[in-house]
């Protein structure tokens, strides 16, 4: 059975959550000392924004006391590359984390991950997605190093998943809905949350207004409003990859060079970084992942409101629980963009993850 990895940066919604289909929850924290010392350049788990994260290992210890009491694991994200000025603290923050009684760390550094084994090795270990898994080969050097998961890049194609699943020994985790980013996670320079710091009362305010949810329903529903509304640079809050940038094809490229959130016809330019904001969906392949041997579909968007994870988890839910009374993938897939109409008030765009 797939497991929901639902986000969350609230421990008032971890409840809600859960009993609404979440298995497994993931969380960041952003602690004032972190904070203080780095400010939001230097991050510590890649969602600089303060709305993405915990505030204290506090909240972080009322969110897994909410979770374990619904038998329900919790994992820290630390999933960062650290300086070696940075190190200590991200050392420390990792021991303060599994006081916590957390029960495992996403890490992506290598470092993190064999000094996490050298002052305990009792506490499980995730590799992310930024420590680039792109091969069968990867996967067997984490299981050969004990890991116990690994979160495969989203720009992977169904059929390099279906191979690096073939591992057993270790569990395989992919994304599944939210935020398809066009850029490779472990090599990724941008930065998320420049913007409060260059304006902290516009960026802290349309921050709290979600305003990434708000945008990516607009560009589902009005495209031309949410152009205008990032044309005229009112976007101030948002991530640098969001910017209006161009991605031009060479003479030598074909379409499959580029990983494509919309339409793009060959050796045209065209904007895609706004695009990222939109409510990409990879539901419909759930009826093959189920095939595979995945442990854990997993829901990108901690930054979202409560209403909008909860819908997530829903819509997942729902096309989970329908595999098994389906009789071929076409069938599934008809019905999962039914049930997408129905959660979310409007029609599936074809914004696929894969």
Known sequence: MLNILAPTNNPKEVKLLIESGARELYCGVLSDEWH?????????????????????????????????????????????FYSKDQFELVVR?????????????????????????????????????????????AVKFYKHNKVKRVILP??????????????????KEVFIMNTKCMNIDGFCTFQHGLNEIKNKK??????????????SNLMTSSPNISNYI????????????CLEYDVELGENSTKSHVINPLEIKENIKHNIGPRQ??????????????????????????????????KDIIMLKKSIDLIETCNSKDNFRQICKKNY??????????????
């Open 36 to 80: 203080k010392s780095y400010t939001n350049i230097g991050s510590i788990n890649r969602r600089e924004f303060k709305v993405s994260n915990l505030k204290t290992f506090d909240e972080l210890r009322q969110t897994v006391k909410t979770a374990h009491s619904y038998n329900v694991p919790v994992f820290l994200t630390m999933n960062a």
């Open 93 to 137: 923050e990792t021991q303060k984390a599994y006081e916590c009684d957390i029960d495992a760390v996403i890490v992506a550094d290598m470092n993190l991950l064999l000094k996490i084994r050298e002052i305990n090795p009792d506490i499980d270990l995730h590799v992310s997605s930024g420590a680039t898994l792109f091969n069968s080969g």
């Open 154 to 171: 989203r720009h992977l194609t169904l059929n390099e998943i279906k191979e690096m699943s073939k591992i057993n020994g270790i569990e």
């Open 202 to 215: 516009i960026g802290n305010i349309m921050k709290k207004m979600h305003f990434d949810n708000l945008l």
């Open 230 to 241: 990032i044309g005229k640079g009112l976007l101030g809050s948002t991530s640098a990859c």
């Open 277 to 310: 904001l939109l409510n990409h969906c990879g539901a419909c392949e759930l009826y093959d992942f189920n095939n595979m041997n995945i442990d854990s579909i997993k829901i990108v968007g901690r930054q979202n409101p409560t209403k909008k994870k909860i």
């Open 341 to 354: 109409n129905n959660v979310y008030s409007y029609s599936c765009k074809d914004m696929c993850y894969y």
